[in-house]
């Protein structure tokens, strides 16, 4: 004997996938914050896989964003945290495949450079160094420290961008003994700046 038709209807909720990019990046002590999202509603836990470069500060977690402080013990090579990122719909509770987003953190760039005396009217470049390659300089503030009797110095001038890796500029002093003049300068490399 046959009875009536039953319907059962089931919902098939979608499994989540994680929208981000894979790759990310950070200076050295900055706050990452990455802003979790999915292709549908969802919560997040994460966890730390390999990480390069004795980075330090990364940990496990939850939450809508991954938001930690990570430092890089060397200024002169980036290392790397992957964090592994597993969405959980909102709706029906369905988990998504772990997802790998892979974060580099570059070293901030540490400059040097050696003092040089130089003639009065006589161009003569001071080469900028730094621990990190590809770095970039700036130069701002040129101050007179030791004012030279009887004159002072002249021709020092700030450089706001594209500077390149030497100080050359021709100073003339219009004084009777020696002057100093001092200049701060900025390195900065993968973007990120240095003291």
């Not at 200076?27 to 919560?43: E, K």
């Amino acid at each position: 004997c046959a009875g009536s038709p039953y319907t059962i209807t089931v919902t098939v909720n979608p499994a989540p996938v994680v929208t981000n990019p894979a790759t990310t990046s950070v200076c050295n002590g900055a706050t990452l914050n990455i802003n979790l999202t999915a292709s549908v509603a969802s919560s997040f836990s994460w966890t730390i896989g390999t990480i390069t470069g004795s980075i330090t500060g990364a940990t496990a977690g939850s939450g809508s964003t991954i938001n930690q402080v990570l430092t890089n013990p060397s200024n002169t090579t980036a290392g790397t945290v992957q964090y592994i990122v597993t969405p959980t719909s909102t709706t029906g509770s369905c988990p998504g495949n772990p997802y790998t987003i892979t974060d580099s953190v570059n070293p901030k760039p540490v400059g040097s450079a050696s003092p040089h005396p130089i003639c009065s009217g006589i161009t003569r470049s001071v080469a900028l160094n730094s621990t990190a390659s590809g770095t970039t300089f700036t130069w701002t503030n040129p101050t007179i420290i030791t004012t030279p009797t009887g004159g002072t110095i002249t021709g020092f001038s700030n450089c706001a961008s594209a500077c390149g890796t030497t100080i050359a500029q021709t100073l003339t002093n219009t004084g009777t003994t020696n002057g100093v003049i001092r200049y701060t300068v900025t390195p900065t490399a993968n973007g990120c700046t240095g003291s």
